[in-house]
Nanobody, 121 residues
Framework: QVQLVESGGGLVQPGGSLRLSCAAS????????MNWDRQAPGKQREWVAR???????DYADSVKGRFTISRDNAKNTEYLQMNSLNPGDSAVYYC???????????????WGQGTQVTVSS
């Protein structure tokens, strides 16, 4: 059973920083593309950042230059460094990834449970 567990959320003042982590556990063969999405109250979930297995990264325009996605394949963990946070970044942040489980014939898409980020003075 593969699980993704986020951590690192919390309350931060505008202009501050947070680092989110997402640890994958279970019988994993390969973690392919890893993403962070977010959902603010009353809004649709939106994609934030992507990190491919080969290390290519991509970001939503709203966070480009402020957020950095990274991964540690040896630890099956992905990170989201968030700098220069503003109230518009307040949301529940979800990691998700395409994972090939051990002994599986195809990959599956998994989601974490989410971690709350609140930017407020």
């Amino acid at each position: 059973q593969v699980q993704l567990v986020e951590s690192g959320g919390g309350l931060v003042q505008p202009g501050g920083s947070l680092r989110l982590s997402c640890a994958a556990s279970g019988s994993i063969s390969i973690m392919y593309t890893m993403n962070w999405d977010r959902q603010a109250p009353g809004k649709q979930r939106e994609w934030v950042a992507r990190n491919t297995y080969g290390g290519s990264t991509d970001y939503a325009d709203s966070v480009k230059g402020r957020f950095t996605i990274s991964r540690d394949n040896a630890k099956n963990t992905e990170y989201l460094q968030m700098n220069s946070l503003n109230p518009g970044d307040s949301a529940v942040y979800y990691c998700n990834a395409d994972i090939l489980p051990l002994r599986a014939s195809r990959m599956y898409h998994y989601w974490g449970q989410g971690t709350q980020v609140t930017v407020s003075s």
